[in-house]
């Protein structure tokens, strides 16, 4: 809050700003409530990120054209050759043998380097070709390749190099000339996609002429598209060469190396032999010399096979897969990695090889190219472990093969894990990736070092959705997939933790597991009772997402048992796993009828039933989102299903008072459910509830406002604008009649037929009328909030089930009577969406039942009336979204005639954001009809969907709450919470908040202590916006809420200013009659209690940053009537144990434990009158109560419901306006009538120990706690101040300044809880504060 920068430096604490004091352990220990993240976050699943890691278009290379031009024993015409000069190719030297047997072994020998890295494809040679010869090869590979990728290795070391014009060269066919090949041929007979890899010097011309060739191809495409006369669109066009992968030797201007030490075919060497050419050239370095009894002789010699790991050989290759990949992932863009590192097996392969070229051809000033192109990797740091790990492993050579000892194995991984531990362990939050991800991944190969793999991948994944992204984007998936078949137990803990997290934040690969069969290892998981229970319920989780909207998915978990493993996991002590396990059996059944069944033959329902009380809120949510899917399928009924539906509905109904809205939104969904499936049963039941609410006048506490003015008084310009609430989409706000005429009254027409004008001259203005006709606040809703209310307050059941004498429809009034009462919650979606509800079946129920009057009533065309729907299968035919609200005031027909001009826009209150509809003012019935033509379930023809239908709920009507739970998974597990965090924020703040706690304390009790002598300084006064009606100081800020009947209102008292005004959301003829700080020494949350017997919890009021926010509401108390007269709500507030106790104008004391948001106690008052005032002390159970009867009664909670009314005092004659616990140990009651008379009572003495007489006709009182002082307010506009021996302190009449004012009539007053404050609010809307005298503060 705002106010709390200044706080340590203001006049009231007296404090410098310099003394450093220590906060209570109190203020530590106390609990919080109502700041879970249920709420504090909005329930919705996280924004899926866009996942980029699967690839699209997986590759082959499926053919290789091998195109040698040697020409052995004749050197090209434009290259001088140095003496000695490079002479190997593929390892052979060619002048060992005849010129066309060294041509051939060369051409086997690069076949069998290719056949390596990818052994199945064709392999086709063509040794010193002709031009003839290399297009017929490459049109029949690419003929054969079809959509795949053709490889073309080209060595030009026996041809001239290539030409600027674009040409390479080949021969004629008695080898007397040499031939230039175009490359723009060259592209036309390979097609796309290819790659091209160019041994030759000079090879960068070709890569930059194959780049014009391909330009100049994408606008000839372009010019044939956009003209098909053009001569170019008459010819076969020639294809695309996007997607071509070029490798070339070196740059333009530059010539291959000619070092005799090395191979003529250098590039090529590296590209399909890097170990070899990797060690050769290593020995070649001054720093071999490091290496003692290495030579390039015995490198020939190293033992072991490529692809065996455990052979040095073979972990050579393994460590250099790894760096190579490493270096990749790290410098190039994440797109281009995907494209030409996972895509395709053996470009993967020629491009881990190709930066070893890069690196060893730098170093002879040769710059291999690339097209992509590539940022330069030779100077990355980790070749140097590439160069540690050869070493090592070299070092060992001499005594491997001379004294065979064994074979050390290299800690390059070992080392590589440490790094990126050590990476985990240091790092801040926002940093780059860590190096060594690729090289974890290639680790989940080897056994050794599984298992710290697989540690540190879950840790690092744990990071959140980024992490599991980038570790996507490497590439762990199939490893991680694959490792579901190992049948380790030690790996289970670990894989479980990583598929929840990669499930958690791409749910897509549901599919690939279940295709894997890697549901099977999660159910073993879930039906081990050995495993901890938070493995379990990730395992829950993963199966909850693979059974998702997925049939594939539930079937194979349905075969796997999935329901019954369950079901046994129901009742386990850990809140997550239940939830979880709930969920989970929701989704199996989720349109799923052979998992319902299951369900039913294991009596699922039943065992669900135990969790509709379970003491956590999500799990009951689990619960009723449960049932509600499994009431929700939409297959045939029978007789044994409709009454398990109706045995499952009758057991949600119970959680209608549930004080949890996240639990009621999940019924109200659930109820919705049922709904649908027996739809024609709920139309004829609310076809009666609506007849009987328009035939019965009640009157209604609203129809005590006169006709015309229905608007709430903030219209009224001179009162200040209130502020917006974040929480409140749309406040329910009745106004004028004048827009009242709405869907309904179209179907309301007269008997007489002919069409009949409605205009507000027409309507009765009663409120019943207004009820009836229309909502007044929403433009799209058949019933309003007052239809529903009166509906609530009215139906009685007996004319209900005379309806139709079916012995079970009551069922059906029964869930019709809960979603009455839920579209009249306090909490916004709730109402929201049983609004929804209720009048989808209310707009069903009309269109079913009238369309045969509207055709009469003068419409010229005739036809056969609609045929009413029976069964709700086909609900969600239009489009699952809440039609937008129509410009027409005729819900029922698409084309309505707009009436002329005189439009008004429909009056509400400022704060409401408008829904864009607008009422005209009086609306004549169309001529002609489109809607009756098919029946009610034709969509809307003129494209504006839903104007002329109200489908209000589809089969899809969802909360949020699975997908919001499974964010739970997506973000950090392991991690510090904030609050926890010595170091945070968050924890300072909190820090400071007790300090400030701790010296208000101490400097007001120093005050108290002293004694008051006197109370009438006043140091504040204003004029609120609405009467006070309940006023409440903040206990540490300087901060009092004052509430009028509907709205609260902050005033900083120390500045005199107002800080916020907003409205609290309830319904007009309801008043707030009491206000609680919760979690006042911490993060405020201010709880409004109405007579209706809701409460409210609100945060983020008095701050300018954000608007007033509803954390929470619900029904304390259900069948309260709001009376003028009555006590409305009391409540009294246990911070320490979380527990809020709430009475009024019922016979019972409700105790609320707001932890676990529901009710855990009703203690009878044993009384026929309301209770007035509650005051409780934990310390010792106790709770006293002072009644209308004027009786104060003691209630120990610890007792039951018979026993617990352990004392009843009857001295006060009349109304109990205040009774006061004292909450030390050996704590007095006071109490204090109207009459005024203070009575003290001893809890161990029959009669008071002590009586005072103060002011008679006592308004308003209050104690304060510290000082023992009394403050009456009383109706003949004065306040006296008495101290506890019953003499006058203060006498208050007049306001200061004003010319001396009289104070108006008191209408609340509060005593700050430490300081020795005193609030006043006046009937005259007056709002002021008196103190002890100067000196004394």
């Not at 960068?204 to 330009?215: D, E, M, N, R, T």
């Not at 002598?1013 to 809420?1041: E, M, W, Y």
């Amino acid at each position: 809050m705002r106010m709390d920068s200044d706080l340590l430096h203001s006049p009231a604490l007296g404090v410098g700003g310099g003394e450093e004091e220590e906060s209570d352990m109190t203020d530590w220990n106390l609990p919080l409530t109502f700041m879970k993240k249920r709420h504090s976050e909005k329930i919705e699943g996280s924004k899926a990120l866009a996942q980029s890691w699967r690839m699209k278009d997986r590759m082959k290379t499926v053919s290789v054209a091998l195109v040698l031009c040697l020409n052995v024993g004749v050197d090209p015409p434009d290259v001088v050759k140095t003496s000695p000069c490079a002479r190997l190719e593929c390892w052979i030297d060619p002048l060992s043998m005849s010129p066309q047997k060294a041509l051939e072994s060369i051409g086997a020998n690069l076949q069998k380097q290719y056949e390596n890295w990818q052994p199945r494809a064709r392999y086709k040679q063509s040794l010193d070709p002709t031009v003839d010869e290399v297009k017929k090869l490459c049109t029949s590979l690419r003929r054969n390749a079809k959509e795949e990728r053709v490889l073309f290795h080209y060595n030009g070391h026996g041809v001239p190099r290539p030409t600027v014009n674009g040409e390479i060269w080949v021969f004629n066919k008695n080898y007397t000339q040499y031939i230039p090949l175009s490359v723009y041929d060259l592209q036309t007979w390979m097609g796309s996609p290819s790659i091209f890899v160019y041994d030759c010097s000079n090879a960068g011309i070709i890569v930059k002429s194959f780049k014009q060739f391909a330009l100049q191809r994408e606008q000839e495409l372009e010019v044939a598209a956009i003209n098909p006369n053009h001569p170019l669109a008459q010819v076969p066009l020639p294809p695309s060469m996007k997607n071509c992968i070029q490798l070339a030797a070196c740059d333009a201007s530059e010539l291959l190396p000619m070092n005799s030490d090395l191979p003529a075919d250098l590039f090529t060497s590296c590209l399909t032999t890097p170990i070899k050419i990797a060690l050769r050239w290593f020995c070649m370095q001054k720093s071999a010399k490091l290496v003692p009894g290495v030579t390039l002789d015995l490198i020939e010699k190293i033992p072991g096979r490529l692809n065996d790991r455990r052979t040095p050989l073979g972990e050579l290759n393994w460590i250099f897969t790894a760096i190579t990949d490493t270096i990749a992932w790290n410098v190039l863009p994440r797109d281009l990695f995907q494209k030409l590192f996972r895509q395709d097996l053996l470009v993967a392969s020629l491009f881990r090889n190709f930066l070893l070229a890069e690196r060893i051809m730098r170093s002879y000033n040769c710059t291999p190219v690339s097209s992509p192109r590539l940022p330069p990797t030779y100077m990355h740091a980790m070749w140097q472990a590439w160069d540690l790990a050869v070493d090592i492993c070299l070092s060992q050579l001499p005594t491997i093969i001379e004294e065979g000892t064994a074979f050390r194995h290299s800690p390059f991984f070992a080392e590589q894990l440490t790094a990126f531990q050590v990476w985990l362990t240091m790092g801040v939050e926002n940093r780059n990736p860590p190096e060594q991800l690729p090289i974890v991944l290639q680790v989940l190969l080897s056994q050794v070092h599984r298992l710290r793999a697989l540690d540190l991948l879950g840790r690092f994944l744990d990071l959140g959705p980024w992490a599991v992204s980038l570790a996507l984007s490497v590439g762990i998936f199939p490893y991680v997939l694959k490792l579901l078949q190992s049948s380790a137990r030690e790996l289970r803990p670990l894989l479980v933790f990583i598929w929840a997290k990669i499930l958690a934040v791409d749910s897509s690969c549901q599919a690939d597991l279940v295709k894997d069969n890697g549901h099977k290892y999660f159910l073993s998981v879930l039906a081990d009772p050995y495993m901890p229970a938070e493995h379990r319920t990730m395992a829950a989780f993963i199966l909850a997402v693979i059974v998702n909207s997925y049939n594939t998915g539930q079937e194979a978990c349905l075969q796997g048992n999935l329901i019954a493993i369950c079901l046994e996991q129901l009742n386990d002590p850990h809140p997550l796993l239940r939830q979880w396990v709930a969920i989970c059996l929701g989704r199996i059944w989720q349109n799923f009828d052979s998992a319902r069944w299951c369900g039913v033959r294991d009596s699922a329902h039943e065992k669900l039933y135990s969790l509709l009380s379970d003491p956590i809120p999500e799990v009951r949510c689990a619960a009723v989102f449960a049932l509600g899917s499994f009431v929700g399928n939409s297959a045939e009924r029978t007789d044994h299903s409709t009454t398990i539906d109706h045995n499952v509905a009758m057991m949600l109904a119970q959680l209608l008072n549930d004080g949890s809205p996240v639990v009621r939104k999940e019924l109200v969904v659930a109820l919705s459910h049922l709904v649908v499936q027996y739809e024609s049963n709920f139309c004829t039941v609310a076809l009666q509830f609506m007849e009987e609410e328009r035939n019965y006048a009640v009157s209604s506490p609203a129809s005590t406002t006169e006709a015309g003015n229905l608007t709430p008084v903030r219209d009224s310009p001179a009162i200040p604008r209130l502020r917006s609430v974040s929480s409140y989409g749309n406040i329910r706000a009745a106004t004028t009649v004048r827009n009242l005429n709405k869907s309904l009254q179209n179907l309301n027409l007269s008997e007489e037929g002919g069409s009949v004008t409605f205009s507000p001259g027409n309507l009765s203005t009663s409120s019943s009328a207004s009820s009836t006709l229309g909502s007044p606040d929403n433009d799209e809703y058949i019933l309003s909030f007052e239809t529903i209310d009166k509906m609530r307050r009215v139906s009685s059941y007996s004319s209900l089930n005379s309806l139709i004498g079916v012995s079970f429809n009551s069922v059906y009034t029964q869930i019709w009577r809960v979603l009455l009462h839920l579209a009249a919650d306090p909490y916004p979606e709730v109402y929201d969406l049983a609004m929804k509800v209720l009048n989808s079946i209310a707009y069903k129920a009309t269109m079913n039942a009238r369309p045969q009057r509207i055709l009469d009533s003068g419409s010229l065309t005739q036809s056969a009336p609609a045929s009413p729907t029976s069964k709700g299968t086909h609900i969600h035919q239009v489009g699952g979204s809440p039609p937008m609200p129509s410009t027409s005031s005729s819900s029922l027909t698409n084309e309505v005639p707009k009436p002329a001009g005189r439009e008004l826009p429909s009056a509400r209150p400022p704060y409401t954001p408008t829904l864009g509809g607008q009422a005209p003012h009086s609306h004549q019935f169309p001529r002609t009809r489109k809607m009756f033509d098919k029946g009610p379930d034709q969509g809307a023809d003129d494209g504006d969907e839903g104007v002329g239908h109200r489908n209000f709920i589809t089969a899809a009507m969802q909360t949020g709450l699975c997908d919001w739970s499974a964010k739970y998974f997506a973000q950090p597990v392991m991690k510090i919470p904030e609050e926890h965090d010595v170091e945070s924020h968050v924890r300072k703040e909190r820090e400071w908040r007790f300090l400030r706690n701790a010296l208000v304390r101490r400097h007001s009790q120093s005050i108290t202590q002293r004694g008051i002598t006197r109370l009438d300084d006043q140091i504040f006064i204003n004029r609120n916006p609405g009467v006070p009606s309940v006023v409440k100081f903040h206990p540490f800020n300087p901060c009092i809420a004052v509430a009028d009947k509907d709205s609260i209102c902050f005033w900083d008292w120390e500045k005199g200013e107002k800080l916020d005004y907003f409205y609290n959301g309830n319904p007009r003829y309801t008043r707030i009659t009491a206000m609680e700080y919760l979690n006042g020494h911490d993060c405020s949350l201010l709880l409004t209690a109405t007579d209706d017997g809701a409460l409210r919890v609100w945060k983020n009021f008095a701050d300018l940053e954000r608007n007033p926010e509803m954390v929470t509401a619900w029904q304390g108390l259900s069948d309260m009537l709001p009376t003028t007269r009555g006590a409305g709500m009391v409540v009294d507030w246990e911070q320490e144990t979380g527990l809020l106790m709430t009475s009024g104008d019922v016979r019972v004391i409700r105790i609320w434990d707001t932890d676990r948001e529901m009710k855990i106690q009703d203690i009878p008052t044993g009384a026929d009158s309301c209770v007035t005032s509650l005051s409780c002390d934990s310390q010792r159970s106790l709770i006293a109560a002072g009644l209308g009867d004027g009786s104060v009664r003691i209630y120990d909670r610890r007792m039951g419901p018979n026993e617990c009314r352990v004392v009843t005092y009857r001295e006060h004659s009349a109304w109990v306006v205040k009774v006061h616990l004292q909450k030390q140990t050996e704590g007095n009651i006071i109490s204090v009538s109207v009459n005024g008379d203070v009575r003290f009572f001893e809890l161990r003495m029959p009669d008071s120990v002590n009586v005072m007489q103060t002011v008679k006709g006592l308004t308003a009182l209050d104690i304060h706690p510290q000082a023992n002082l009394f403050a009456c307010g009383s109706m003949n506009q004065f306040i006296a101040v008495y101290n506890s021996s019953g003499d006058v302190i203060s006498n208050i009449k007049y306001y200061d300044g004003f010319m001396g004012q009289r104070i108006g009539a008191i209408s609340c007053l509060a005593f700050h809880p430490y300081w020795p404050h005193l609030a006043v609010g006046s009937n005259d809307y007056y709002m002021s504060i008196y103190s002890a005298e100067k000196r004394m503060r």
